[in-house]
């Protein structure tokens, strides 16, 4: 599965409530949205300008996307993470994906519904999340 991250200035900024830290709106889709359960590879790309990662987390049954609280330094709990791409030009956990990189992460999943997020301070807040549902 591939996943996009970016954001957009201000003069292109698109509706919605939660404008980022930087004047911005930032976004992470991911295609495809829904995957069979078992080994699943992520393919993340930063195509913003900013430095980017994504988080797999469980999504609580009944709770959307972009409902996690963020503490005062505006990140959401990584408890029960699964996984995560955010290492330039390479896998698993690093720093985070320059712009204009890569990084991946293999996972294996279990059906449900998942969200890949952006877990930089006040990028989740900005709109950095997507759900990914997997299926039996």
């Known amino acids: 599965m591939d996943v996009s ?3 957009m200035g201000s003069g ?22 829904s995957v069979p359960a078992g080994k699943v590879s992520l393919r993340a790309y930063n195509a913003g300008v ?6 797999v987390l469980p999504l609580p049954a009944g709770q959307t996307p972009g409902r996690r609280v963020t503490g005062s330094d505006g990140r959401v709990s990584e408890t029960g993470s699964l996984g ?3 290492r330039t030009c390479g896998a698993g956990a690093g720093n985070g ?13 279990r059906p449900g519904r998942y969200e890949l ?6 990028h989740y807040a900005a709109g950095m999340y997507a759900e990914l549902d997997v299926t039996g």
């Open 50 to 55: 900013l430095a980017h990662e994504v988080v």
């Open 12 to 33: 292109m900024m698109s509706p919605g409530p939660n404008p980022g830290s930087h004047g911005t709106r930032m976004r992470l889709t991911v295609t495809p949205s």
């Open 5 to 7: 991250l970016s954001e």
């Open 117 to 122: 997020l952006c877990n930089f301070p006040g």
């Open 97 to 109: 994906i320059a712009p204009g990189s890569t990084s991946w992460t293999t996972l294996t999943l």
């Open 84 to 86: 995560e791409a955010s």
